[in-house]
């Protein structure tokens, strides 16, 4: 259990769950959740004996749980032996059990870290049975187990969810890029027409046939073409710079998010990334989303280039002060290198040497770079490979000294 991974974590607490119930001799447990910060808890899982009697399912709102929740939320436990040892002031498990059951239960808190994450019950329907504090020390025990391992399976969704974030933002980038080239491209020739028709207009007023009507129609084309155009200008406005939010960041930040985020196709690609982050570098001023995209393009492109190698597969990721005003990032892989067949042309649309790639990855990476006021540029390593490098320009340019000995990474594996 302690190993499972996110994907195995369900089936292993159910069968836990049952390993444990046999084990006590007991009839139903079950596991609660609790969702995000709310003051609720949810069932989760169970495991049941057999020919138990009927049990009323999670969403039944046989009774208001409020109150049990929250003693349980609170890091309580309510354990009897026998109903008659049910609190009084709890009349409505009272209640309950006196309808469904079990004779004798413990509900104990789940606890992860310092946190309550949730709840589970145990009981037994058939007979009164007791509660030990070591038994009830050693439940708790096995639920921090399951409590930990929960949590592994919510930050993987948490961070799944992110990754879905950061391709929502590719998606826009790669359009922005994209619409807005179509505005500049389209607003020639629309304005081409524009004057060609105005021309066609003059002229056709000096010849004596139905000239209201290729008037009309022609003011009409100039109208559309006005329209089009104006319709152009709002979409490429949609996408501007402006809904961007600019806040001060840490690259070092940015570029440990990101590596967690890359972290498990890295290990299934049998590509081992090393970090040469300085400390206490100034910060930069962006866009945490649009920078973490410009990241992942680098080292989604590293990764793609190790493809090409069968072992020793490395990419590293360095953090360093450029000069004075400026810090760098620079990816570098061990992969075959830039080919040269496209090196002039990589930062243009639609360049890719990738059976399945895009050709825009570094184009809106650059876009992205240069709309923070920075730089990239790619060289080939000496001993193979290639190094993709951005700068951008320090938060607070005439302060604070690098206090890190170790050198920016130059291209090449060390
Ligand atoms: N680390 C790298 N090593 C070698 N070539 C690279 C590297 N990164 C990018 N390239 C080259 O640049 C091209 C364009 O990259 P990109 O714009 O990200 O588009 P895509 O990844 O869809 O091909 C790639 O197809 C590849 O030929
Ligand atoms: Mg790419």
């Not at 910060?37 to 138990?52: C, L, P, Q, V």
């Not at 187990?145 to 990754?163: D, P, Y």
């Not at 001023?285 to 080292?299: A, E, F, K, R, S």
Request: glycine share 8%.
């Amino acid at each position: 259990m302690a190993h499972a991974r996110a994907e195995e974590v369900d089936g292993q607490i159910a069968t836990w769950l049952g390993k444990i119930c046999a084990g006590l001799d007991l009839d139903r447990s079950a596991i609660y959740e609790r969702h995000a910060h709310e003051r609720k808890i949810r069932y989760y899982k169970t495991w049941t004996r057999a020919g138990s009697p009927p049990f009323p399912a999670s969403d039944d709102s046989v009774w208001d749980t409020e109150q049990l929740d929250a003693w349980l939320l609170a890091g309580k436990r309510l354990v009897y032996s026998r109903p008659s040892e049910i609190p009084a002031e709890f009349p409505d498990v009272r209640r309950f059990v006196g309808q469904y059951g079990p004779i004798s239960s413990a509900i104990l808190p789940m606890w992860a870290g310092g946190r309550v994450i949730g709840a589970a019950s145990f009981g037994r329907f058939r007979s009164p049975r007791k509660w030990s504090p070591q038994l009830l020390q050693r439940l708790e025990f096995a639920l921090r187990v399951f409590g930990s391992a929960i949590e592994r399976k919510q930050a993987e969704a948490a961070s799944r969810l992110a990754q879905e974030e950061l391709a929502l933002t590719q998606r826009r980038s790669i359009m922005a890029e994209l619409i807005g080239s179509l505005a500049h491209e389209l607003n020639q020739p629309l304005g081409a027409i524009m004057s060609n028709l105005g021309g066609l207009a003059r002229l056709l007023s000096r010849v004596n046939t139905d000239r209201a009507l290729a008037l009309q129609a022609i003011n009409n084309a100039m109208e559309d073409t006005k329209r089009a155009s104006e319709i152009m200008r709002r979409v490429r406005s949609m996408f501007k710079g402006n809904q961007t939010q600019k806040i001060e960041l840490d690259l070092g930040d940015l570029v440990n998010d990101v590596v967690r985020l890359v972290t498990r196709e890295a290990v299934e690609r049998d590509v081992a990334i090393h970090l040469d982050v300085q400390r206490l570098l100034p910060k930069v001023t962006g866009d945490h989303i649009l920078l973490q995209q410009c990241i992942l393009n680098l080292l989604m492109n590293a990764l793609d280039a190790c493809d090409g190698k069968s072992d020793h597969k490395r990419i590293t990721i360095g953090v360093a002060r450029e000069n004075s005003d400026a810090i760098a990032l620079t990816v570098s892989d061990n992969g075959p290198g830039i080919d040269q067949g496209v090196a002039r042309r990589l930062f243009e649309p639609f360049v890719t040497t990738k059976a399945n790639g895009m050709g825009l990855g570094l184009l809106v990476t650059r876009s992205i770079v240069e709309q923070h006021g920075g730089k990239i540029s790619c060289e080939s390593n000496p001993d193979g490979g290639a190094t993709f490098s951005f700068t951008l320009p320090a938060a607070n340019r005439k302060s604070h000294g690098s206090q890190s000995s170790r050198g920016r990474v130059k291209g090449g594996s060390r």
